[in-house]
């Protein structure tokens, strides 16, 4: 009898920076669905903590640091799964934020830093992962879209501009491995309320106009568990993607949190702003 937890029985799954909020409940849902999960992060210790978590509720879990801009580090993440004797799931989840502000002020550092997580850290877990599905002839390759995937959003143009590049990146891939067995999927997930969404760094004098970020996250926001739970229709069927964004989607959610109450200031999700000074001409 096919039941939640037998669904991917057999299946080694590897999401990368999941040691908390939605990399975590990815793992989580994976995990209770049957699959065995190797997760990662930078921290050695988020790694052991996450497990501790993960192992408690009789998820078969390992992991390991990664920072998924060096390729020798992913590479060790996928020897990690196939040392519990296959690979059949890749997430590239791994993903930051940039400073809030005009793309002529941003720091060249900030720009550079989410250029070498969000862009080379998929382009890594994919150029990983491929060729042992490819080898295989099976295997299930989900690339984390966000913000910005489908078009321009103003002050926020690392961020937005690398979404838009793991689009593009994830149906030229699509392309490359049709007839092979191997699937290739694009999820956004949305607004989830996580440290992403709540600990927001902005240029000096653009800080304010955060102020509306915490109504827009009462309506729209959701948990990272409801975030993280239609993966599991990605893995098991032939859909190449998903979208939570639809009008229909937005208008149902609001409702539902305004009705939960969401949008009352002692329900609203906090905010850590850090303020910091533009980028100075070179």
């Known amino acids: 009898m096919d039941t939640e937890r037998d669904r991917l029985a057999g299946r080694v799954a590897v999401v990368t920076g999941s040691t ?8 989580g849902v994976l995990g209770r669905h049957g699959a ?9 210790e988020h790694v052991e903590d996450a497990l501790r978590r993960l192992r408690a509720e009789g998820i078969e879990a390992s992991g390991r ?29 791994a993903g930051i934020s940039g400073v809030y502000g005009p793309t002529a002020s941003t720091p060249v550092e900030d720009f550079t830093r989410v250029v070498r997580t969000n862009i080379l850290g998929t382009f890594h877990g994919s150029r990983t ?5 490819l080898a295989q002839g099976h295997g299930d390759l989900v690339n984390v879209y966000g913000q910005g995937d489908r078009g321009p959003v103003a002050l926020q143009n690392a961020y937005a ?11 030229t891939l699509r392309l490359e491995t049709k007839g092979t067995g191997v699937r290739v999927h694009g999820m956004n997930p949305g607004l989830v309320l996580t440290d992403l969404l709540g600990r927001v760094t902005s240029q000096r004098g653009y800080e304010q106009r955060l102020g509306g970020l915490q109504v827009v996250a009462g309506l729209w926001g959701q948990t990272p568990d409801d975030a993280a739970r239609p993966l599991i229709g990605l893995v098991t069927a032939d859909a190449a993607e998903f979208r939570g964004l639809g ?23 906090p905010m850590d702003v850090t303020v910091v000074e533009p980028d100075s001409p070179r």
């Open 20 to 27: 908390r909020g939605l990399g975590l409940a990815m793992a």
């Open 36 to 44: 065995t999960v190797v997760i990662a992060s930078r921290s050695a």
């Open 65 to 93: 640091p990664c920072d998924t801009g060096e390729m020798a580090d992913v590479e060790a993440l996928r020897d990690e799964a196939l040392r519990r004797g296959t690979l059949d799931i890749w997430v590239n989840n």
């Open 129 to 133: 992962a491929l060729p042992v599905f």
């Open 161 to 171: 501009s690398s979404k838009r590049w793991v689009r593009q990146f994830t149906e």
């Open 247 to 269: 009008g229909l989607t937005l208008v149902t959610r609001g409702v539902r949190n305004v009705l939960a109450g969401r949008l009352r200031r002692s329900r609203r999700m």
